[in-house]
């Protein structure tokens, strides 16, 4: 084996492949934020609110699988997705009142999510399960007919579970959501300027709470992505910093979900790149030619990097972070 | 004198109770330990709390604290010191600078740590964890079993307990086979399942289908490859049979029982010096078990010259080489 090892198709296949699935959860995740940012509501609790989406999630598919859907355990999955979907909503409603109707710092609010969501998703899974050794029947892989074969991208793009082809899905709905529909433009003024809003009419309390609620709906989706689709598995922190990985992706973005998905995908397969790397080159040079911690480093090297080149901070809502005060000034 | 000054008098009581019923010693053997995570994790912590119970039911007056955090241990450690815990095990590396600051706080009280690093101090003793010696005769199983001749070692970090476990891994397999190949990773994370799951997967496209772990996200993250891709993985120091019952193979037991209860001897003895423990293979603290599920895909040869390595490690006749990088 040499260096064409590396520049083999399969590897490349493998690598995209990888790098999609490690990006998935995070993507979700992003997209949530989007929502919430660009109504001027800074989530920074999706740590949380992943963790407990993820243990909701693989509770809710566990018990089905053994359960009442026993004979259909792929559905049992897309009913535990809407579970942490759901939880994700109860995780925003606390932010939202927290942060909109107390009008906390959302600083402090978030960090206080992140706790609560990272302690109460252990203590669920502990109430409810007797082992920590379960896990799930996985999701079937959907081969699209006839595309499916073309070269290279026929195996990266359409050999993949139904979950892939939802999140493409989800990814145009947020755009359009945002860019195209009335409430997105709500959304967006309320985040630029509440007080014009409010002016013309909108009631920046209810967008922001909704923004929050549906922002924290997809952060829980996220996590059950990881736990229920991805590993079949909880444990604790099993979302082990996605949640902060999120948070620097929204920045990429330039809250923009397209971006989003530029972000998610290079940190993902930065991540893919490093394992395979690590392996290859054992197998090549019979060691590590490169120091593993360089490896390590390389996902985060290359958000600083895009970050650096980046001058995103007019991009953000203008009053990201800031509480609303009516007839304040 | 008022009503104040009579209830801050009670106050004054109770507190000065709370206070002294502690420092009541306990009569026998007392022992205490904290853990980094859960205990039922069928892995490193679920040993401590196995060997733990088994004391208690010796008499032992046994406390555990589960899911210690690091900042938080310092607290907890002093709690038990108060309590009048004799012996004090911290069971993870991320303790020692909590169990070395209460130390110099408690100098009546005696400590353990999980650093595998030789190092202590006057009441407080570090203990080995000599995992390659049982990764050797699973390497002989494993050489037996693979079907392309590359093994996979996933390790959190590229620590030396790790490091020499996959050595002394492939340094078994070769012992039967000298072309094998060993891969090894490092996840850069004790406990993300998902990232240690891409890292076997992208040894398994390299050919890798057995494999030994260091860490229980980088276990967990293995057998949902494996189970995914095929291959076998080996359960992480406790029995991970019921995590993947189609996929571990072979699970490598620690039993710390015997450690601690000669700390414990030690503590009441007097003769607790802060010594480094060393309990491997010799002293039955480490060995391997089998997957009874999965006897079919071992050769009986293959059982035979494992066990017959693990007699030899035991009586001396084998050295397993400790490799640290």
């Given at each position: ?329 | ?115 595998g ?11 080995e964890q000599p995992f390659y010696e049982a990764a ?25 307990v790790?490091?020499s476990m996959?050595?002394a ?109 060393r309990f491997g293979v010799?002293?039955?603290a480490m ?33 397993v080489?400790f490799?640290?990088?």
């Amino acid at each position: 084996m040499d260096i064409n090892q590396v520049l083999s198709a399969s590897f490349f296949i493998a690598l995209v492949t990888a790098g999609i699935r490690l990006s998935i959860p995070v993507l979700v995740t992003v997209l949530g934020e989007i929502i919430t940012e660009s109504a001027g509501v800074m989530n920074l609790g999706l740590e949380g609110i992943m963790a407990v989406g993820g243990v909701v999630g693989f509770l809710t598919a566990f018990n089905l699988q053994g359960g009442s859907l026993h004979s259909s355990p792929q559905l049992a999955i897309y009913f535990a997705l809407i579970a942490g979907f759901v939880a994700g909503m109860g995780m925003g409603l606390i932010m939202a009142f927290l942060s909109v109707t107390l009008r906390a710092d959302q600083t402090v609010c978030g960090v206080t999510i992140v706790l609560l969501g990272v302690s109460l998703s252990n203590y669920l899974y502990r109430q409810a399960m007797n082992t920590l050794a379960e896990s799930l029947v996985s999701l079937t892989i959907y081969k699209i007919p006839y595309l499916h074969k073309i070269p290279i991208l026929g195996p990266i793009l359409f050999e993949q579970n139904l979950v892939f082809y939802l999140v493409i899905v989800l990814v145009l709905v947020v755009h359009f959501f945002l860019f195209k529909t009335r409430r997105g433009l709500e959304i967006r003024s309320v985040g630029e300027n509440p007080a014009a809003a409010a002016t013309s009419g909108i009631s920046v309390e209810k967008t922001r709470y909704l923004a929050t609620i549906v922002g924290s709906g997809l952060t829980g989706l996220g996590g059950a992505i990881l736990t229920v689709v991805q590993l079949g598995l909880f444990r604790e922190n099993i979302i082990a910093g996605r949640g902060w990985v999120a948070v620097a992706l929204v920045i990429f973005s330039r809250w923009r979900p397209k971006n989003a998905v530029i972000g998610a995908l290079v940190f993902g397969l930065a991540d893919s790149l490093q394992y395979r790397i690590q392996a290859v080159t054992q197998v090549t040079y019979g060691k590590n030619t490169v120091p593993y911690e360089f490896l390590l480093m390389l996902p985060y090297l290359l958000t600083i990097g895009v970050l650096l080149f980046r001058n995103s901070s007019s991009d953000a809502p203008a009053t990201l972070g800031e509480p609303y005060v009516q007839d304040a000034r | 004198m008022n009503k104040r000054f009579f209830s801050s008098i009670a106050v004054s009581i109770i507190l000065l109770a709370v206070l002294i019923m502690p420092a009541i010693a306990f009569e026998g053997d007392s022992l205490a330990i904290l853990l980094s995570g859960p205990e039922n994790d069928n892995s490193w912590n679920e040993a401590a709390y196995n060997a733990g119970i088994a004391l208690k039911e010796k008499g032992v007056e046994v406390a555990i604290a589960e899911s210690v955090e690091a900042g938080n241990a310092e607290r907890i450690l002093r709690t038990y010191s108060d309590m009048g815990y004799k012996m004090i095990i911290g069971h993870s590396f991320d303790f020692g600078d909590p169990v070395f600051t209460v130390s110099e706080e408690y100098p009546d009280t005696y400590y353990a740590w999980g650093g595998g690093i030789d190092q202590g101090s006057e009441n407080v003793s570090d203990y080995e964890q000599p995992f390659y010696e049982a990764a050797y005769p699973i390497g002989i199983i494993a050489a037996n079993v693979t079907k392309t001749g590359k093994l996979g070692a996933v390790y959190g970090t590229d620590i030396p307990v790790c490091h020499s476990m996959g050595e002394a891994f492939l340094a078994g397999a070769k012992s039967v086979n000298p072309d094998i190949e060993l891969i090894s990773t490092a996840v850069g994370d004790w406990i993300d399942v998902a990232k240690a799951k891409e890292a076997a997967l992208a040894q398994s496209d390299l050919g890798v289908d057995f494999w030994i772990e260091c860490g229980e996200g980088p276990a967990l993250g293995v057998i949902a490859a494996a189970q995914e891709v095929g291959g076998y993985a080996t359960g992480y120091v406790g029995d991970m049979i019921e995590n993947g019952p189609s996929v571990v193979l072979v699970n490598l037991i620690w039993n710390l029982e015997p450690m601690f209860s000669q700390m414990l001897t030690d503590v009441r003895e007097g003769t607790f010096d802060g010594e480094y423990y060393r309990f491997g293979v010799a002293e039955g603290a480490m060995y391997f078990a089998l997957n009874d599920g999965l006897k079919d895909v071992v050769p009986q040869e293959a059982i035979d010259a494992a066990n017959q390595a693990l007699e030899d490690i035991k009586s001396g006749k084998v050295v397993v080489e400790f490799i640290p990088e």
